[in-house]
Structure formats: structure tokens, C-alpha cells
């Protein structure tokens, strides 16, 4: 048996759950609506909606997140082969350390995680 | 087909392997989801106690009130007969499946963390996480960037600023904290030199002193600081900021769906909790006696050994899942720049230094 089966059920059990809530409320509660009660919340100010502006701040950190979560992974093939590589793998990953704190020093001095 | 024949055919290796997996996929569902209603009474009646009145204490049944603990049934009874009211404007395939996405990552971890020994069922080795995989941190790590699915897009798509902006607070709070959350966890598997979490658990042994908590304390602060951001629970709050942002990614959300919001939210931390009783509490370990001694004591029944050992992680979960509370109650909500610095020129350096100092301390115990 696939080791993978089992989560590939769970998953199919989770999204079950999750549809059976929203369908529950969609066939349950009360049904009649007018304008207001879709108007999406604005504490009482006419409703715009808006969705099109976000700060490029936004976008910064979710490129430095997927620059760092990237070496992160590569530190979890060096720490599951810690004890074949010895020393020489310790030399190399603080090279890599080395290089990779240069460029959080780097992102850190340009200013890009600062917010204001 | 005859009964022999049909115990016969039970006893095959893939029969036991079926009937194995689908009891522990029983006893994961039947846990996680009976953790929502629980927490929400606790998290009620809790903060009621530390502030000296009463909370919800009314629901129960019949006569008997047992402490309201029946109020979250009435509670979820009410939100799935509420009128279901989907914005105006709403992108209506990402706003119905935001609460879907919160509910299936949660459960998914919850398949990776061992909650007993490997069992010899009729000669067969079964693993007791529903699945046992020998890369169990990195299925870990890869499912929990999923739960980032769920705020992006309940609030990009309900069309409302509110909600937008508590989304992408959220959505950059929990990709930021997750790459201390990855470092935190890399000097664990140094030290025990294994992906596989029962492996984990199995050489931490049942004294606390060999623990991770004590074998890895920074990392144990870092992943818990962690673990309150990933779930965006208080002081680390600010995607809800209830008090600037109505409600954050899910203000356009109500009834059922923001029941799965909730429910999405609990058994995440849930597993969280369970995730942190494993790698640095023992897991199923069971302070101070060995899993050899309870076998033993319990007349060399491995499954009720199991189950002791079960009960044992539930209950160290349950100690984290009671500082949630505890903690929620006590900090106040941080600013976002400061949440912001907190995760990237706080715990990102301390994360790499401390991984370089136990690499360094490992080599030195280790290679000679």
C-alpha cells in the first residue's frame, strides 16, 4: 500500500468536512437578501470595495520569504547528512551561512524590512 | 464464504495494513475535531476566570449546567442556521474555498506526528501515525505553508478593504515567521540526525533531561514564538485587530463558514501543540518511565502501552493549547512593524547562530 494513501484520504475527508459546513449554510439558513446585507462592511460609509491597491511592501517580503525559505531547505539536506559529511560539511554549510548572511545584511542596510 | 476463511483472509498483511489505517484516520478525525468545541468553552471560561466573573455557564442539559460546556454545541447550532450572506462583488470560487483550505492543512499535519510506538499487530510493524513517512518534518513544513492559502484568499476575495488589508498582514506575518519556524527545527534534526518524528521521540527517551527542550532551548523558544505567529493568535493577533480591522480576513464571512474558520484555526493549533510535545516535550514518552518499564507494568499488552502513551501526548498538547490562552490573555497585540522586526532582525539571526553553535557543539561531541 502506498504510504501516501492514507493522507490522500484525509485530505478528501478534510475538504468533505469543509464543503458539508458551507453547503449546510447555504441550504439551512434563511434565504431572502437585499442590497444592504451584501454590501460588503464599511461601518456604515457607502461601500466601495476595493482590492486593487496594496503596498509594495507586500510584495518585498514575500520575494525575500521565498528567497529564504528556499535556503532553509538546503539546511535540511545538510543536517539530515550531518553525521556522513563531518567536518567537511560543517566548513561548507558555514560558507553557505557566510554568503547567505551577507545577503540578509544586504536587505537589512537597504532598508527593506523596514515599515512605516 | 466461510468465517474461517474470512478471518483468514483479515489476517493477510494488507488486511491488517487497511483496518490499521483506517482506525488511526478514525482516531485523528475524532481528535482533531473534538478540540474546537472544547477550546472555545476553555477559551470562554478561562479568561472569565482570570478576570473574575463568570463567562458562559448557562447551556447544558436539562438541568445539568456542567459548566457550560455545552455552549459551543449551541453556538456552532446557531451560526449553521444563520442567513449565509456572500458579498457583493466576491470572487465566489476563493471566497467558498478559503474555509475549506483552513480546515483539510490543518487535519493533513495532524496525519504526520506519531501518537504511540510502532505496534507488532500478527507480526506486522504498525506505525502509529496514520502516515509514517522517514521525511516527516519536511511533509510537516511543506503542508503548514499551505494554511497561507486560507488567509490570502478569504480576504482578497470577499471585495472589502477590511478584509483585504488583514489578509495581507496575515498572509506576510505567516510567510515571515515560517522561515525562523524552518531554522528552528533544523538543529533538532542535527542532534537527533533524523527526519522521521517517531524516531524523534523514540531516541529522546522517556527523562526529561534528554529531552529537545533541554538538548535545543533556543530552538524551543524560536519555535514557539513560531507557533503563536503561524497561527496568528495573540500577541501576534494583528490579521483579526479587532480593534482596527473589524475582523481581518474573515469580516465578510458568517455562519457555517466562519464555524470552518474557527474550527480551521483550533485544530491548527492543535497540531501545532502536538508538533511541539513530540520534537522538544517527548512526545508519547512518558516522563520518567520508560516505554519498555510501561509495557511491562501493563503485562506486556504493547497496546495499552499505546494508549498510555496516547494519553500522555494529549495531555502534554493540552498544556500548550491551555498557554494559547494563557498567553492571549496576558500580552498585549504587538504593532506590525514591531512583528515585522521581531521575525526578521530578531529570530532570523538568533535562528542561524543558533544552529551554528549546536552544529559546532555536535561535531565536537561527535567527530573526534
Same mark, same amino acid.
Given at each position: 500500500?502506498?504510504?501516501?494513501?492514507?493522507? /490522500?484520504?484525509?485530505?478528501?475527508?478534510?475538504?468533505?468536512?469543509?464543503?458539508?459546513?458551507?453547503?449546510?449554510?447555504?441550504?439551512?439558513?434563511?434565504?431572502? /437578501?437585499?442590497?444592504?446585507?451584501?454590501?460588503?462592511?464599511?461601518?456604515?460609509?457607502?461601500?466601495?470595495?476595493?482590492?486593487?491597491?496594496?503596498?509594495?511592501?507586500?510584495?518585498?517580503?514575500?520575494?525575500?520569504?521565498?528567497?529564504?525559505?528556499?535556503?532553509?531547505?538546503?539546511?535540511?539536506?545538510?543536517?539530515?547528512?550531518?553525521?556522513? /559529511?563531518?567536518?567537511?560539511?560543517?566548513?561548507?554549510?558555514?560558507?553557505? /551561512?557566510?554568503?547567505?548572511?551577507?545577503?540578509?545584511?544586504?536587505?537589512?542596510?537597504?532598508?527593506?524590512?523596514?515599515?512605516? | 464464504?466461510?468465517?474461517?476463511?474470512?478471518?483468514?483472509?483479515?489476517?493477510?498483511?494488507?488486511?491488517?495494513?487497511?483496518?490499521?489505517?483506517?482506525?488511526?484516520?478514525?482516531?485523528?478525525?475524532?481528535?482533531?475535531?473534538?478540540?474546537?468545541?472544547?477550546?472555545?468553552?476553555?477559551?470562554?471560561?478561562?479568561?472569565?476566570?482570570?478576570?473574575?466573573?463568570?463567562?458562559?455557564?448557562?447551556?447544558?442539559?436539562?438541568?445539568?449546567?456542567?459548566?457550560?460546556?455545552?455552549?459551543?454545541?449551541?453556538?456552532?447550532?446557531?451560526?449553521?442556521?444563520?442567513?449565509?450572506v456572500v458579498p457583493r462583488g466576491a470572487n465566489k470560487v476563493a471566497?467558498?474555498?478559503?474555509?475549506?483550505?483552513?480546515?483539510?492543512?490543518?487535519?493533513?499535519?495532524?496525519?504526520?506526528?506519531?501518537?504511540?510506538?510502532?505496534?507488532?499487530?500478527?507480526?506486522?510493524?504498525?506505525?502509529?501515525?496514520?502516515?509514517?513517512?522517514?521525511?516527516?518534518?519536511?511533509?510537516?513544513?511543506?503542508?503548514?505553508?499551505?494554511?497561507?492559502?486560507?488567509?490570502?484568499?478569504?480576504?482578497?476575495?470577499?471585495?472589502?478593504?477590511?478584509?483585504?488589508?488583514?489578509?495581507?498582514?496575515?498572509?506576510?506575518?505567516?510567510?515571515?515567521?515560517?522561515?525562523?519556524?524552518?531554522?528552528?527545527?533544523?538543529?533538532?534534526? *542535527?542532534?537527533?540526525?533524523?527526519?522521521?518524528?517517531?524516531?524523534?521521540?523514540?531516541?529522546?527517551?522517556?527523562?526529561?533531561?534528554?529531552?529537545?527542550?533541554?538538548?535545543?532551548?533556543?530552538?524551543?523558544? &524560536?519555535?514557539?514564538?513560531?507557533?503563536?505567529?503561524?497561527?496568528?493568535?495573540?500577541?501576534?493577533?494583528?490579521?483579526?485587530? %479587532?480593534? %482596527? +480591522?473589524?475582523?481581518?480576513?474573515?469580516t465578510e464571512y458568517n455562519s457555517a463558514k466562519f464555524a470552518a474558520?474557527?474550527?480551521?484555526?483550533?485544530?491548527?493549533?492543535?497540531?501545532?501543540?502536538?508538533?511541539?510535545?513530540?520534537?522538544?516535550?517527548?512526545?508519547?514518552?512518558?516522563?520518567?518511565?520508560?516505554? %519498555?518499564?510501561?509495557?511491562?507494568?501493563?503485562?506486556?499488552?504493547?497496546?495499552?502501552?499505546?494508549?498510555?502513551?496516547?494519553?500522555?501526548?494529549? +495531555?502534554?498538547?493540552?498544556?500548550?493549547?491551555?498557554?494559547?490562552?494563557? *498567553?492571549?490573555?496576558? +500580552?498585549?497585540?504587538?504593532?506590525?512593524?514591531?512583528?515585522?522586526?521581531?521575525?526578521?532582525?530578531?529570530?532570523?539571526?538568533?535562528?542561524?547562530?543558533?544552529?551554528?553553535?549546536?552544529? &559546532?557543539?555536535?561535531?565536537?561531541?561527535?567527530?573526534?
Open positions: 500500500m502506498n504510504p501516501y494513501l492514507p493522507v /490522500l484520504i484525509v485530505l478528501v475527508l478534510g475538504v468533505g468536512l469543509g464543503c458539508i459546513l458551507s453547503a449546510l449554510a447555504h441550504f439551512i439558513g434563511p434565504r431572502p /437578501l437585499n442590497k444592504v446585507n451584501t454590501d460588503p462592511f464599511e461601518c456604515g460609509v457607502p461601500a466601495t470595495g476595493e482590492r486593487d491597491k496594496m503596498s509594495v511592501k507586500f510584495y518585498l517580503t514575500g520575494i525575500l520569504f521565498i528567497l529564504f525559505d528556499i535556503e532553509t531547505v538546503f539546511l535540511y539536506l545538510w543536517a539530515s547528512a550531518f553525521k556522513q /559529511l563531518g567536518w567537511f560539511g560543517i566548513s561548507e554549510i558555514i560558507v553557505f /551561512l557566510v554568503i547567505l548572511f551577507a545577503g540578509y545584511i544586504y536587505v537589512v542596510k537597504r532598508g527593506a524590512l523596514e515599515w512605516d | 464464504m466461510g468465517l474461517d476463511e474470512l478471518l483468514a483472509l483479515l489476517k493477510t498483511d494488507t488486511a491488517i495494513e487497511i483496518i490499521a489505517a483506517v482506525i488511526k484516520i478514525l482516531v485523528v478525525l475524532v481528535v482533531c475535531l473534538q478540540v474546537p468545541p472544547v477550546m472555545v468553552w476553555v477559551e470562554r471560561r478561562a479568561p472569565a476566570m482570570m478576570q473574575r466573573r463568570k463567562g458562559p455557564n448557562r447551556v447544558g442539559i436539562f438541568q445539568w449546567r456542567l459548566y457550560g460546556l455545552i455552549q459551543s454545541l449551541a453556538d456552532t447550532v446557531k451560526l449553521v442556521f444563520k442567513q449565509e471566497y467558498h474555498m478559503a474555509p475549506i483550505f483552513g480546515v483539510f492543512t490543518a487535519l493533513l499535519i495532524a496525519c504526520a506526528i506519531p501518537f504511540g510506538n510502532d505496534l507488532m499487530i500478527f507480526g506486522q510493524k504498525i506505525g502509529l501515525s496514520v502516515v509514517r513517512l522517514d521525511v516527516g518534518f519536511l511533509f510537516i513544513l511543506a503542508i503548514s505553508s499551505l494554511a497561507v492559502y486560507t488567509v490570502t484568499l478569504a480576504g482578497w476575495s470577499s471585495n472589502s478593504k477590511y478584509a483585504l488589508l488583514g489578509s495581507l498582514r496575515a498572509s506576510a506575518q505567516m510567510i515571515s515567521y515560517e522561515i525562523p519556524l524552518g531554522m528552528s527545527l533544523v538543529p533538532i534534526v *542535527v542532534i537527533f540526525g533524523t527526519l522521521d518524528l517517531n524516531q524523534i521521540v523514540v531516541s529522546q527517551g522517556a527523562f526529561p533531561w534528554a529531552w529537545g527542550v533541554v538538548r535545543a532551548p533556543v530552538s524551543f523558544l &524560536l519555535f514557539l514564538i513560531c507557533m503563536f505567529a503561524e497561527t496568528n493568535r495573540a500577541p501576534f493577533d494583528l490579521a483579526e485587530g %479587532e480593534s %482596527e +480591522l473589524v475582523a481581518g480576513f474573515h474558520f474557527f474550527l480551521g484555526e483550533y485544530v491548527s493549533m492543535f497540531v501545532l501543540s502536538c508538533l511541539a510535545s513530540t520534537i522538544f516535550f517527548g512526545g508519547w514518552q512518558a516522563p520518567f518511565i520508560p516505554y %519498555e518499564t510501561i509495557v511491562k507494568l501493563v503485562g506486556g499488552y504493547a497496546w495499552i502501552a499505546a494508549l498510555i502513551g496516547f494519553t500522555v501526548l494529549i +495531555l502534554k498538547a493540552s498544556f500548550f493549547m491551555w498557554v494559547y490562552v494563557w *498567553v492571549r490573555w496576558t +500580552l498585549p497585540r504587538f504593532r506590525y512593524d514591531q512583528l515585522m522586526g521581531l521575525g526578521w532582525k530578531f529570530m532570523l539571526p538568533v535562528g542561524l547562530v543558533n544552529l551554528l553553535v549546536t552544529a &559546532l557543539v555536535m561535531a565536537a561531541l561527535e567527530f573526534h
